[in-house]
């Protein structure tokens, strides 16, 4: 089989160019894989990256004949699992899947211990989705009119969520005050789990979420999704 270096794929978010890479080392024998896998994602368990991880994580090992293990190493929009992916040996038994923030950890952070593109090469695309701003349902805001308004007419009260500074969510939330001309104040989080419990806790107003976490919560009623950074609505909501 021909050496494999490390890799990372892209997926599209929000019409831009952000990452959500599956990233290896290379393996130089015939016999690869002999022992079991490691596959690194950096955010809470629960959340988004740690559930795609364990359905890859499951396919893979059924292919390969290897078990492949799932680590979370939480914190940094993800940079901690990439740095750990990037300092493994390149032997192919070290994975990686990392999300939109690692395609632009270079332009959020002054500097990184490896470089986001450089140090990896893609593997494959794994998933696309679009993101959800959401509210409690007792929230006065029934739109994103709506909450537009109220961040208007009290610049920096509200608050939004997100899985991490850096993140894909962080930045959709930043485009939603850019392109709205208004101050809603970001508070991250490790993971997806925690900012939908921080939002029905009453800590923040708002989140930016994944859809097919908050699905359940906005079906019965205990969350309102108010719009959704794509073109078109998501299936799944």
Do not use: W
């Not at 109220?150 to 500074?165: D, N, T």
């Amino acid at each position: 089989m021909r050496g494999m270096k490390r890799l990372a794929a892209a997926i599209f978010l929000l019409g831009s160019f952000l990452g959500n890479c599956l990233v290896t080392g290379s393996a130089s024998a015939d016999n690869y894989p002999s022992r079991p896998i490691r596959l690194l994602h950096g955010f809470a368990a629960g959340g988004a990256a740690d559930t795609l991880s364990r359905i890859i994580a499951d396919g893979l090992s059924k292919r390969l004949g290897q078990p492949i293990i799932v680590e979370a190493k939480p914190g940094a929009g993800g940079n901690i699992a990439a740095d750990a992916v990037a300092k493994a040996a390149p032997d192919g038994y070290t994975l990686g899947l990392v999300t939109g923030a690692h395609a632009i950890s270079a332009a959020t952070y002054k500097s990184l211990a490896y470089q986001p593109a450089d140090s990896f090469e893609m593997i494959s695309t794994l998933v696309y989705y679009a993101l959800v701003i959401a509210v409690r349902n007792d929230s006065p805001a029934k739109s994103l009119g709506e909450l537009v308004a109220m961040a208007k007419a009290k610049p920096g009260s509200l608050s939004f969520g997100s899985v991490g500074f850096g993140s894909t969510h962080h930045l959709a939330g930043e485009l939603l005050n850019a392109t709205a001309g208004v101050e809603i104040v970001h508070v991250p989080y490790r993971g997806d789990s925690q900012s939908i419990t921080a939002l029905l806790g009453g800590e923040v107003p708002v989140i930016v979420g994944t859809p097919v976490l908050l699905a359940p919560q906005i079906q019965s009623g205990a969350i309102r999704g108010l719009a959704v950074t794509s073109p078109t609505r998501t299936a799944v909501l």
